[in-house]
């Protein structure tokens, strides 16, 4: 399965953006979505997941209010809404397909640049 992240850009704080991860290839699997990023500078780091059949959600502190995850499994994709985006929400943003313990599976692709400006 190939995964590709989308959506990032330029914003200014208090901004919003919509990213979108798009799978490809084989996607029968039934696991679940997350998403993490990796800021300048600091390792990957967990933000987002959500079940295979979207019941159930999981969200690092850092983002619980602001960030929402959802998936449209006919469309073979997740979405991460980001609102009130601040300067320290400035990293690349990947999709991963999880497991039940939001541990990544597979490769990373290449992910989407969010910057936020002050």
């Known amino acids: 399965v190939q995964l590709q992240a989308s959506g990032g850009g330029l914003v200014q704080a208090g901004g919003s953006l919509r990213l979108s991860c798009t799978a490809s290839?084989?996607?029968?699997?039934?696991?679940?979505m997350g998403w993490f990023r990796r800021a300048p500078g600091k390792e990957r780091e967990f933000v987002a997941s959500?079940?295979?059949?979207?019941?159930?959600?999981s969200y690092a502190d850092s983002v619980k209010g602001r960030f929402t995850i959802s998936r449209d499994n006919n469309k073979n994709t997740a979405y991460l809404r980001i609102d009130t985006l601040k300067p320290e929400d400035t990293a690349v943003y990947y999709c991963?397909?999880?497991?039940?313990?939001?541990?990544?599976?597979?490769?990373w692709g290449q992910g989407t640049q969010v910057t936020v400006s002050s």
């Open positions: 991963q397909a999880v497991d039940l313990s939001n541990r990544p599976l597979g490769s």
């Open positions: 290839g084989r996607t029968s699997s039934n696991n679940g």
């Open positions: 959500i079940s295979y059949n979207s019941a159930s959600t």
